[in-house]
T-cell receptor, first 116, second 116 residues
Framework: KNQVEQSPQSLIILEGKNCTLQ??????????LRWYKQDTGRGPVSLTI?????NTKSNGRYTATLDADTKQSSLHITASQLSDSASYIC???????????????FGTGTRLKVLA | GAVVSQHPSWVICKSGTSVKIECRSL??????MFWYRQFPKQSLMLMAT?????????EQGVEKDKFLINHASLTLSTLTVTSAHPEDSSFYIC????????????FGPGTRLTVT
């Protein structure tokens, strides 16, 4: 069964600290993995996207890693800011062999709270 | 680029009435649009996938007669919640993709529906 699991479910850190969010998946065949940031009451905004051959991708203070062998990804946030408080969602996509369309499996997200 | 808008951003309606939510791709043609709903502290749940000019494909458990989806043009899809009830109160988010076999999807800002 295609699944995406994220941990921790929630996280509280102090401003300026680093943190790492985890994403494990069992989606097959794998196409790409994306991390989204979703502010409360807003739609998700893409942070990074990685394909099978990519191990790491950075976007400012956000760095995502991917280990396609172990089917694990992480999102590292450096020098956290109050504005980083949000939900972070891991989404893994695969291409349907029957229809040719892309399917998306969403993780349950990690709620991050950055405190001053 | 790749901006998706939703209207309205929030709506309050009385039980039994119908509500229409619009999703527009502002700077690209969206062959495929997705509709999600999200309950508090939960991840996005795919409701249906719509391709321009054809009937929407609904996920298991989603009533197609209650959630009417129309994708009449390459830049507009609408979701109509018919005979709304308080349990339909939720955050509805659309996303758009330039193609059926294209893995990128761009999210709208969401619409908060409250049924009283």
């Amino acid at each position: 069964k295609n699944q995406v699991e994220q941990s921790p479910q929630s996280l509280i850190i102090l401003e300026g600290k680093n943190c790492t969010l985890q994403c494990n998946y069992t989606v097959s065949p794998f196409s790409n993995l994306r991390w989204y940031k979703q502010d409360t009451g807003r739609g998700p905004v893409s942070l990074t996207i990685m394909t099978f051959s990519e191990n790491t991708k950075s976007n400012g203070r956000y760095t995502a890693t991917l280990d396609a062998d172990t089917k694990q990804s992480s999102l590292h946030i450096t020098a956290s800011q109050l504005s980083d408080s949000a939900s972070y969602i891991c989404v893994v996509s695969f291409r349907s062999t029957t229809s040719g369309t892309y399917k998306y499996i969403f993780g349950t997200g990690t709620r991050l709270k950055v405190l001053a | 680029g790749a901006v998706v808008s939703q209207h309205p951003s929030w709506v309050i309606c009385k039980s039994g009435t119908s509500v229409k939510i619009e999703c527009r791709s502002l700077d690209f043609q969206a062959t495929t649009m997705f509709w999600y709903r999200q309950f508090p502290k939960q991840s996005l749940m795919l409701m249906a996938t719509s391709n321009e000019g054809s009937k929407a494909t609904y996920e298991q458990g989603v009533e197609k007669d209650k959630f009417l989806i129309n994708h009449a043009s390459l830049t507009l899809s609408t979701l109509t919640v018919t005979s709304a009830h308080p349990e339909d109160s939720s955050f509805y988010i659309c996303s758009a993709s330039p193609g059926r076999a294209y893995y990128e999807q761009y999210f709208g800002p969401g619409t908060r529906l409250t049924v009283t």
